[in-house]
């Protein structure tokens, strides 16, 4: 069942909604992955939350010019109309008073929402007040996409990729850079708001689906999870789509092979799943091989203080260097060092003044920046560069 | 305005009340650490964690939930910090991938308990159901005395009253190392101060707090009462202390008027039905903020000093 | 130290010599640190000794780890290598003796405190969790603010301050910590001249009365006439000892490379810059 479902075999609906789902996948990984280089991933919190007024008075107004209410594109508008204040209202609140940005943004997400629980009773006593279809909101329908939605919510998902791929350029370099894009001519106050209306139109396309609470996840997780596998701006928002999109299509495909599975909570797993596997095996930042990494630099330093404390004939005290040296054979037990041990360790003497001779011309300073305690000078200079910086040391270089 | 108002009235009035200033009062420190949305993630990961709690025991009941929330909220945190070490990444995004995850996981749950028959009201747990709260076992105001009444107090009313109790006495004890802490961090870790377990104490208070008025007020308002009377408090005011005394005004102040409007403003208005309490109080608390936001003594950033 | 390279030496040594008249421990020791953010080393097996009773400036380019030498004796961050001890002890028997002056801009001003607030938090060691603010606390807090000429600004909103008159307040802060040990992170970055003579005056008074100061400094022109020491750093220790001898073309070229030029140094030799 599982593998029908991934190769969309289930039937027409529920390709339609996958296809829907990885379009939103893909949209709100890519744009929040720019909410997060700006670091304002909870943002999309408040969008999300401040949608609800919106959504309420939306429906009570189509109800009351005689329509039916829950009309979806109605009801995105009333959404993006409120939540656009909520945004205007935070940059109001951070411009014009003392109060910090998450101070700001959580306090336009709880009004917001109690003002929008407060509409959502008042619609629960009117006699239209179908409400099961608005409380979905909240939580994510829990029968899926209806075929019309799916449609309007690739369509829209495809639009904002569209965008995305317009505003690239002055996107990133805002994200990256805003001050250094200011001074290139980038208009940053437009380019954010360009961002911020993104992140509407994705929010606003979600919530019917996935609920509030989990297009913040969209837009959060894939970016993170993309951060983790790369240092460059553009690459991470294209895995940030890929990951976004790769949780949507699963996370569908696996919700409709069984009927208490709603579709919202299980994308959200799945990009979690993504993120944790991300952490443990991604090459560049993950944990693990962060870690490794920590420890070898650690043995690299101790290793190095202890060589030169040899070379010094000072005594080692630390016992971390002492069980490092003689692991190497560089030194006995107590201290003492061995043949190979006392090579290394004029060899690390001689660099080390090597280095300072660089680091004291002040020809060479560019040079001389790359110094940090343990790379030998062999990688920065030249044979011929260090026999000339070796007729200045003030000490015999040979080394036995 | 007798026996009517102790019996229907005066309980969800007092446990708003309390609700609303035990959150108010850690969320003032909250605030100045710019912490002010671990309560939006706490509020979020309590639903999981009461849902857990149901399914664990198999009934509705509160003390179960509770710890459920209190465990979920204690698990978060843990978390946050874990991904935001690991990850390397801001406290923000940290939160963010935690508490929607641990949300879907509820969600996810309830499903499943639903299809076990038994129901969990979730609405009941995102924003309370502050005016069932009332005191059928009352007679009028001398009900106060009568024992026998207030063995049918609803238990929510003790419930806030201790949380409220545990909340300040901590934070009267915990004041100067908490201002001192938040102030200059590594001043006063120089001074011995476990700055760590300081922080780490503050949430767990607004933890705490945030479970205690759940019940009541549904765990998303609980935000609004961290955030907008301690806000609104700092356009008040340069003194911490006066902060802390205005953003118990404003709670208590949000909580009566949230109240009333939410139940006698559409009569008012002409309509039948009353409206959510604890969103009217979430409501009332912004606008008050609003209020102050714009006359405000102190509500603009500190002027002379550029900090470089 | 003539010696530019350090070697990892334990501290404990020094407890075992018996001699007639035991010499006072040196105020600050620290031997063999090395600290790194990342894998990217800023503090790399540093040896320091500064004496009781002395003013030390500690010297060096941006980013050659002066603060972090700082906050690694303070153990505000944790080295990967290294001892550092004071009067002898631990920093965690030592806490008492010693004062941090940091950098304004580690702190937002916004914070709501009165002048008199912060420093009263210079008084915590005494006050405790419980015990109340009494009438002479705060005659001492006051009496450390007119040391340093900020007797007048006591309930003024700190926001309201400037730069000068924040560093002012931070010194007051340490002073009312009566400490022996005194530990500056660029006490002189962006002040008003008034606002400088002031603390260095304050300084020179701790001195006197037996006190050890140790500075980051970041004006090579005013070494010579506020510090007797000096230490300069550039990840490893260049040199160290008195200014005179220390404060030479060639330690100045080691420790700032490229980064400073021939007629510079020459002009800060030969002329004396006196504030």
């Given at each position: 069942m599982i593998w029908q479902a991934l190769t969309l075999q289930l039937g027409y609906n529920a390709t339609l909604v996958a296809i829907g789902a990885t379009m939103l996948g893909i949209a709100a990984g890519v744009t929040g992955s720019f909410l997060f280089l700006r670091k304002r991933a909870l943002v999309s919190d408040a969008v999300s939350?401040?949608?609800?007024?919106?959504?309420?008075?939306?429906?009570?107004?189509?109800?009351?010019?005689?329509?039916?209410?829950?009309?979806?594109?109605?009801?995105?508008?009333?959404?993006?109309?409120?939540?656009?204040?909520?945004?205007?209202?935070?940059?109001?609140?951070?411009?014009?008073?003392?109060?910090?940005?998450?101070?700001?943004?959580?306090?336009?997400?709880?009004?917001?929402?109690?003002?929008?629980?407060?509409?959502?009773?008042?619609?629960?006593?009117?006699?239209?007040?179908?409400?099961?279809?608005?409380?979905?909101?909240?939580?994510?329908?829990?029968?899926?996409?209806?075929?019309?939605?799916?449609?309007?919510?690739?369509?829209?998902?495809?639009?904002?990729?569209?965008?995305?791929?317009?505003l690239r350029r002055p996107m990133l370099a805002v994200g990256f850079d805003p001050d250094f894009a200011a001074v290139t001519g980038t208009n940053v106050a437009r380019i954010d708001l360009a961002m911020m209306g993104l992140v509407m139109a994705v929010t606003v396309l979600g919530i019917t689906t996935v609920g509030l609470v989990l297009i913040v996840a969209l837009l959060i997780i894939p970016a993170v999870t993309a951060r983790l596998w790369t240092d460059n701006a553009l690459r991470m928002v294209g895995l940030a789509g890929l990951a976004g999109g790769l949780a949507a299509f699963v996370g569908a495909a696996?919700?409709?092979?069984?009927?208490?599975?709603?579709t919202g909570p299980i994308i959200v797993l799945a990009s979690f799943v993504l993120f944790v596997l991300s952490i443990a095996l991604a090459p560049a930042r993950g944990g693990v091989a962060l870690l490794?990494?920590?420890?070898?630099?650690?043995?690299?330093?101790?290793?190095?203080?202890?060589?030169?404390?040899?070379?010094?004939?000072?005594?080692?005290?630390?016992?971390?260097?002492?069980?490092?040296?003689?692991?190497?054979?560089?030194?006995?037990?107590?201290?003492?060092?061995?043949?190979?041990?006392?090579?290394?360790?004029?060899?690390?003497?001689?660099?080390?003044?090597?280095?300072?001779?660089?680091?004291?011309?002040?020809?060479?300073?560019?040079?001389?920046?790359?110094?940090?305690?343990?790379?030998?000078?062999?990688?920065?200079?030249?044979?011929?560069?260090?026999?000339?910086?070796?007729?200045?040391?003030?000490?015999?270089?040979?080394?036995? | 305005m007798g026996a009517e108002f102790v019996a229907l009235s005066l309980t969800p009035l007092l446990i708003g009340v309390l609700a609303a200033v035990t959150c108010a009062l850690p969320g003032n420190f909250l605030l100045l650490r710019r912490q002010a949305?671990?309560?939006?993630?706490?509020?979020?990961?309590?639903?999981?964690?009461?849902?857990?709690?149901?399914?664990?025991?198999?009934?509705?009941?509160?003390?179960?939930?509770?710890?459920?929330?209190?465990?979920?909220?204690?698990?978060?945190?843990?978390?946050?910090?874990?991904?935001?070490?690991?990850?390397?990444?801001?406290?923000?995004?940290?939160?963010?991938?935690?508490?929607?995850?641990?949300?879907?996981?509820?969600?996810?749950?309830?499903?499943?308990?639903?299809?076990?028959?038994?129901?969990?009201?979730?609405?009941?747990?995102?924003?309370?159901?502050?005016?069932?709260?009332?005191?059928?076992?009352?007679?009028?105001?001398?009900?106060?005395?009568?024992?026998?009444?207030?063995?049918?107090?609803?238990p929510e009313l003790p419930r806030m009253a201790v949380a409220l109790l545990?909340?300040?006495?901590?934070?009267?004890?915990?004041?100067?190392?908490?201002?001192?802490?938040?102030?200059?961090?590594?001043?006063?870790?120089?001074?011995?101060?476990?700055?760590?377990?300081?922080?780490?104490?503050?949430?767990?208070?607004?933890?705490?707090?945030?479970?205690?008025?759940?019940?009541?007020?549904?765990?998303?308002?609980?935000?609004?009462?961290?955030?907008?009377?301690?806000a609104a408090a700092r356009m008040m005011t340069d003194r911490l202390l006066a902060q802390a005394a205005w953003s118990v005004g404003f709670a208590i102040l949000s909580a009566v008027l949230g109240y009333v409007l939410a139940g006698y403003g559409p009569l008012w208005l002409g309509f039948a039905n009353s409206v959510s309490a604890a969103?009217?109080?979430?409501?009332?608390?912004?606008?008050?903020?609003?209020?102050?936001?714009?006359?405000g003594p102190c509500r603009r950033r500190a002027g002379g000093a550029t900090v470089h | 130290m003539a010696h530019p390279l350090s070697t990892p030496r334990s501290l404990l040594q020094t407890e075992g010599t018996v001699a007639a008249t035991p010499a006072p421990p040196p105020a600050l020791q620290v031997g063999g640190l090395t600290v790194a953010y990342g894998e990217k080393p800023v503090v790399f097996s540093v040896d320091m000794s500064v004496a009781q009773g002395t003013m030390t400036a500690i010297v060096g380019p941006n980013g050659a780890g002066k603060s972090t030498l700082l906050k690694a004796v303070l153990g505000l961050v944790k080295p990967l290598s290294g001892e550092v001890r004071l009067f002898g002890l631990p920093l965690s028997r030592a806490r008492d003796r010693v004062a941090y002056v940091p950098q304004r801009a580690s702190v937002d001003w916004d914070f709501p405190a009165r002048v008199i607030d912060v420093v009263l938090?210079?008084?915590?060691?005494?006050?405790?969790?419980?015990?109340?603010?009494?009438?002479?606390?705060?005659?001492?807090?006051?009496?450390?603010?007119?040391?340093?000429?900020?007797?007048?600004?006591?309930?003024?909103?700190?926001?309201?301050?400037?730069?000068?008159?924040q560093q002012r307040?931070?010194?007051?802060?340490?002073?009312?910590?009566s400490a022996d040990l005194y530990l500056l992170d660029e006490p002189f970055a962006g002040v008003d001249a008034a606002t400088e003579k002031a603390i260095i005056a304050v300084l020179k008074d701790l001195r006197a009365e037996g006190r050890t100061i140790v500075a980051v400094h970041h004006d090579l022109s005013t070494i010579r006439a506020y510090f007797e020491h000096m230490f300069l750093i550039n990840m490893r220790a260049i040199a160290a000892g008195p200014v005179a001898e220390v404060f030479t073309a060639a330690n100045l070229q080691r420790a700032y490379g490229g980064r400073l030029g021939e007629a510079q140094v020459a002009g800060m030799q030969a002329g004396d810059a006196t504030p």
């Open positions: 939350h401040a949608t609800l007024p919106g959504i309420g008075l939306a429906f009570i107004v189509m109800v009351a010019l005689g329509g039916e209410g829950r009309f979806l594109p109605g009801l995105m508008l009333g959404a993006a109309v409120s939540s656009g204040l909520g945004l205007l209202v935070i940059g109001w609140m951070i411009r014009r008073t003392r109060l910090t940005e998450d101070a700001a943004i959580g306090a336009v997400l709880s009004v917001f929402f109690g003002a929008g629980i407060v509409i959502l009773t008042v619609i629960q006593s009117m006699q239209a007040g179908r409400q099961a279809g608005l409380e979905s909101v909240l939580l994510g329908s829990t029968a899926g996409m209806l075929r019309a939605d799916a449609l309007v919510i690739a369509a829209g998902g495809a639009l904002v990729l569209l965008l995305v791929m317009l696996v919700s409709a092979t069984a009927p208490a599975l709603p490794l990494r920590q420890m070898r630099f650690r043995r690299r330093v101790h290793r190095r203080q202890g060589l030169l404390a040899l070379a010094a004939g000072q005594p080692i005290h630390e016992p971390f260097t002492l069980t490092l040296l003689a692991r190497e054979g560089m030194a006995r037990a107590d201290g003492v060092p061995t043949e190979a041990g006392r090579i290394a360790a004029a060899k690390a003497l001689l660099d080390e003044a090597r280095w300072a001779a660089l680091r004291g011309d002040p020809a060479q300073g560019l040079t001389a920046s790359r110094y940090d305690g343990l790379t030998p000078i062999e990688t920065v200079l030249t044979p011929d560069q260090i026999a000339e910086l070796d007729r200045h040391l003030p000490r015999p270089q040979a080394v036995i | 949305l671990i309560g939006d993630a706490i509020s979020h990961v309590v639903l999981p964690g009461i849902v857990a709690a149901f399914l664990l025991t198999g009934r509705v009941a509160a003390l179960p939930m509770m710890l459920g929330a209190a465990g979920a909220a204690l698990v978060s945190v843990v978390l946050i910090e874990a991904v935001r070490r690991t990850a390397r990444i801001e406290a923000g995004a940290a939160m963010g991938v935690i508490f929607t995850t641990l949300f879907a996981a509820g969600v996810l749950l309830l499903e499943q308990s639903d299809t076990s028959g038994v129901h969990l009201d979730v609405e009941h747990a995102l924003y309370g159901n502050l005016e069932s709260l009332i005191w059928l076992d009352a007679t009028g105001w001398a009900s106060l005395l009568d024992p026998v009444a207030l063995s049918g107090l609803p545990i909340v300040a006495l901590s934070i009267a004890v915990m004041w100067r190392p908490l201002a001192i802490a938040t102030f200059d961090e590594g001043f006063a870790a120089t001074l011995g101060l476990p700055v760590r377990a300081i922080g780490l104490a503050l949430v767990m208070l607004a933890a705490l707090a945030a479970v205690a008025a759940f019940d009541a007020v549904g765990s998303i308002i609980v935000i609004a009462m961290f955030i907008c009377p301690p969103g009217m109080i979430a409501t009332v608390s912004g606008l008050i903020l609003g209020v102050t936001m714009m006359i | 938090m210079g008084l915590h060691r005494e006050l405790g969790l419980l015990r109340r603010v009494r009438p002479a606390h705060l005659d001492r807090a006051r009496a450390c603010l007119a040391r340093v000429g900020m007797e007048d600004f006591a309930t003024r909103q700190i926001g309201q301050l400037s730069g000068g008159q307040v931070f010194l007051a802060r340490a002073l009312a910590q």
